[in-house]
């Protein structure tokens, strides 16, 4: 079974500066993805970027980017000129092709002004 | 815009009661789509996943005759929540698993959830 770890549960970033969110994951699979989410006080769950476990380069989106070991099974996510609309929970997940997600606690991240 | 609409956002019900969630995915054919629970503060618990044309398949602890799932059509998934209690109350959130584009891979996309309480 796969398990997915979020070991901050909560987390504060001043505004404009750089704040990493942990994630650790179990699998035997050599194929399968990794996400993180977003999710607001509205609750809506949006993606934030994903990643292949076959590529070996590190997702960016904006100002989101990934740090991906595959040895090590550790998927953390760096939020750069953090912004107050970045306040949210944010959730690490995983999912083996054509397979459901297994989610990780999560992790309340706060940005203060 | 949203790819994915769920209805209605918000219901309060009497104990004893029937309540019905639509899931419609709005943007592209869905062949698989997931029903979640979420407690307050608390990560997204999966209740079930269903697939079109066929039974749904629940996760463990999840009352398949509580939690009623029709997959109807590629595009609208619903959830009926039976003879509700107070403790049923929680936030169901819904995804559907697809694609918005040839070439791109499947992606789940999640609904706005729906809050429902039983008083």
């Known amino acids: 079974a796969q398990t997915v770890t979020q070991s901050q549960p909560e987390m504060s970033v001043q505004e404009a500066e750089t704040v990493t969110l942990s994630c650790t994951y179990d699998?035997?699979?050599?194929?399968?993805?990794l996400f993180w989410y977003k999710q607001p006080p509205s609750r809506q769950m949006i993606l934030v970027i994903r990643?292949?476990?076959?590529?070996?380069q590190n997702a960016t989106e904006n100002r989101f980017s990934v740090n991906f070991q595959k040895a090590a099974k550790s998927f953390s996510l760096k939020i750069s000129d953090s912004q107050l609309g970045d306040t949210a929970m944010y959730f690490c997940a995983f999912e083996t092709s054509g397979s459901r997600l297994t989610f990780g606690e999560g992790t309340q991240l706060t940005v203060n002004p | 815009g949203a790819v994915v609409s769920q209805h209605p956002s918000r219901v309060i019900c009497k104990s004893g009661t029937s309540v019905k969630i639509e899931c419609r995915s709005l943007?592209?054919?869905?062949?698989?789509m997931f029903w979640y629970r979420q407690f307050p503060k608390q990560s997204l618990m999966l209740m079930a996943t269903?697939?079109?044309?066929?039974?749904?398949?629940?996760e463990q602890g999840v009352e398949k005759d509580k939690f009623l799932i029709n997959h109807a059509s590629l595009t609208l998934s619903t959830l009926t929540v039976t003879s509700a209690h107070p403790e049923d109350s929680s936030f169901y959130i819904c995804?559907?698993?697809?694609?918005?584009?040839?070439?791109?891979?499947?992606?789940?996309?999640f609904g706005p959830g729906t809050r429902l309480t039983v008083l």
């Open positions: 995804s559907a698993r697809g694609r918005l584009d040839r070439g791109t891979t499947d992606t789940q996309y």
């Open positions: 699998t035997s699979e050599s194929n399968y993805y």
């Open positions: 269903s697939n079109e044309g066929s039974k749904a398949t629940y």
């Open positions: 943007d592209f054919q869905a062949t698989t």
């Open positions: 990643q292949e476990a076959y590529k070996q």
